[in-house]
T-cell receptor, first 115, second 115 residues
């Protein structure tokens, strides 16, 4: 079955540290890839997405992610985190089929950034 | 910026009672979804809805669940006879038909607690 794995459940960083959150998926065909963020008490917001083209995608708030097809990975990065990046981060895969398209989520990574 | 809204934000109910969770998708969107997240677990797909009918549903979405678009704006999820294991955060999402149409936009969620 198609699945999405996020390697770290909890990450604790100090401000200005670099961030990399891992995401691997199991499906071998064409996929669309997403990172969503959920700030405390708020809804899921789209950080960035990959559909095709340049495998390095840039999102909001200084985040970027790199799609590496050979590794089935879509890791999220940020060179210098801020306290306001404290949130839960979800990787998700969507396999286009028939137009209806459900998202399959990873378990999420809870990031805490200390000032 | 248009947003998906959900009501109520929190609901507490007794086992066996019926609950209706309400969502107002973004106004020009035509695909609608419900997902849920049991505490500490992944966000899971429940059902997708298009053109006034269910287009796909997961194995979680059994006969106790139903969805409806009763008017031009609301999209509801009904659980007929709630069970303890239905306690979760329920997210509604919607997406447009074209122009970045694969991106699903999420509401803030309804936290359901079944006692």
């Amino acid at each position: 079955a198609q699945s999405v794995s996020q390697h770290n459940h909890h990450v604790i960083l100090s401000e200005a540290a670099s961030l990399e959150l891992g995401c691997n998926y199991s499906y071998g065909g064409t996929v669309n890839l997403f990172w969503y963020v959920q700030y405390p008490g708020q809804h899921l917001q789209l950080l960035l997405k990959y559909f095709s083209g340049d495998p390095l995608v840039k999102g909001i708030k200084g985040f970027e992610a790199e799609f590496i097809k050979s590794k089935f990975s879509f890791n999220l990065r940020k060179p210098s985190v801020q306290w306001s990046d404290t949130a839960e981060y979800f990787c998700a895969v969507l396999r286009p089929s028939g137009g209806y398209n459900k998202l399959i989520f990873g378990a999420g990574t809870r990031l805490a950034v200390h000032p | 910026e248009p947003e998906v809204t959900q009501t109520p934000s929190h609901q507490v109910t007794q086992m066996g009672q019926e609950v209706i969770l309400r969502c107002v998708p973004i106004s020009n969107h035509l695909y609608f979804y419900w997902y849920r997240q049991i505490l500490g677990q992944k966000v899971e797909f429940l059902v997708s809805f298009y053109n006034n009918e269910i287009s796909e549903k997961s194995e979680i979405f059994d006969d106790q669940f139903s969805v409806e678009r009763p008017d031009g704006s609301n999209f509801t999820l009904k659980i007929r006879s709630t069970k303890l294991e239905d306690s979760a955060m329920y997210f509604c999402a919607s997406r447009p038909t074209s122009g970045g149409g694969e991106t699903q936009y999420f509401g803030p969620g309804t936290r359901l607690l079944v006692l």
